[in-house]
């Protein structure tokens, strides 16, 4: 059974930093791309990051470059969202899916992120 079960979202102050984790299960991480999205109320969910297959590649939505990082580790079967100097503009919630197409086949339930003083 394939899941998708991400973790580590919470409120935060402008400027400040979250990691948010995917971790995977029902399949391995090897043979999948991973992406993460967000949705903020009242607007499209939109592609935040993603990394390849091999992992040697990956792409950032272009408001995100330089403060976010994604990464994986294999033996966790586990992908991070590292998210560095958070705006206001950030706040959402986070999903991570197994594909980074406009469709990936699986989604995980989502985690909210909360930028505000």
């Known amino acids: 059974q394939v899941q998708l079960v991400e973790s580590g979202g919470g409120l935060v102050q402008p400027g400040g930093s979250l990691r948010l984790s995917c971790a995977a299960s029902?399949?391995?991480?090897?043979?999948?791309?991973i992406g993460w999205f967000r949705q903020a109320p009242g607007k499209e969910r939109e592609g935040v990051s993603c990394i390849s297959i091999s992992g040697g590649s990956t792409y950032y939505l272009d408001s995100v470059k330089g403060r976010f990082t994604i990464s994986r580790d294999i033996a966790k079967n586990t992908v991070y969202l590292q998210m560095n100097n958070l705006k206001p503009e950030d706040t959402a919630v986070y999903y991570c899916?197994?594909?980074?197409?406009?469709?990936?086949?699986?989604w995980g339930q989502g985690t909210q992120v909360t930028v505000s003083s």
């Open positions: 899916a197994r594909g980074c197409t406009r469709h990936p086949d699986y």
């Open positions: 029902g399949f391995t991480l090897h043979y999948y791309a």
